[in-house]
């Protein structure tokens, strides 16, 4: 029984290797690390050199309804990730219950990941936006037919496009289940940013 694991993972890793998925990876880890350590970078030399983040961030709390600030957050994760999600990971650690917000914002994006899948289902149902917006994630879509859970996986939990990955997901129907089951990873993606950024404003 394990020869048989064996041989199934090694089919699975020169597939994956054949098809280009870890140079697919490695190249998305190497465009994402410069950014995510311009911020990491940027948020300790604001916070210690020019202005208290804290004391930015309290007052962002204070003027802004916890509703609006989610409510803004969602819409991004759904569309494109248009906004860095560490700015709201900052901004969690100066509410009253920073690993509760932190929480729900990791919710409200794996939600925000769903409702980019099903947007992607309901596309294919036009068929003229469905025509242009598959010229335009061409690539994309023909990777998540190579690579299916895995895609979402590395979208979840590296600084990749999620909301895209989940897009395409959805426009080549992709099944439920296992996008449900692997979008789940995103959690621990706002665990581990969540201590980085505690850590750097802390």
Known sequence: MSKVKKSRVKLLHQYYKYTGFYSFIWQGVKSAILPTVI?????????????????????????????????????????????PPDIFIAWTKNTESPLLY??????LSYLGGVIAYFMGMAIVAIPSVNKHLYGKMSK???????????????????????????????MINYSRKHFFLFGLLRFFRFAIYGFVIYSALS
């Not at 210690?48 to 962002?60: A, C, S």
């Not at 859970?149 to 979840?156: H, S, T």
């Open 39 to 83: 911020v990491v970078a940027v948020l300790f030399y604001v916070n210690y050199k020019v202005i208290n983040l804290n004391e930015g961030l309290l007052y962002i709390t204070q003027n802004f309804s916890d509703l609006f600030i989610f409510g803004v957050f969602l819409a991004s994760e759904s569309v494109l990730g248009l906004i």
């Open 102 to 107: 932190l929480s729900i914002l990791a919710f």
């Open 140 to 170: 994309h879509i023909i990777n998540m037919q190579k690579w299916g859970g895995f895609l979402i996986a590395v979208g979840a939990l590296l600084p990749l496009p999620f909301a895209i990955a989940c897009l395409a997901a959805g």
